[in-house]
């Protein structure tokens, strides 16, 4: 299904012409059939066909030109895709890169956490020791 305005009218254009083409081809049958026109409405008939053939080669022209925009336009816009997924791909390697730094941080947070905790289980183990001797040592 199209998608933009111009491709639409541009498929328009086309049926359009398709029609104008099978028009003319049946009135060139019914010319060619020998039906009693005259030279001269022969001759008119051929010349607004002519005209039309003209006109509807002129719209050919234009709906090309049409497709060659939307072709360029087409194309700048996957190469600005393309850029842009790569840039991406440079910032998720970024962000990776980041996140095993911070799991790297939180890591060594976690030990220092740990080794924190252990001074004070250990800080509070001498403590009661020594207030254990001190108690003894008052007893005495």
Known sequence: MPQSFEEQDMYRSVAYLEQEVARQQENMRRL???NGASARTVGEEMRSMSEHIDSVDAELRHMSEL?????????????????????KVERMKEVNALQAKLDDFEQYMQEQDDEIQR???ELKAKKRAMEEQAAEFAAK
Do not use: V
């Not at 360029?72 to 790569?86: C, F, G, K, T, V």
């Open 67 to 87: 497709l060659a925009a939307f072709q360029a336009e087409l194309d700048a816009n996957a190469r600005e895709i393309a850029e842009l997924r790569a840039e």
């Open 119 to 121: 001074l004070c289980d």
């Open 32 to 34: 060619g059939m020998g």
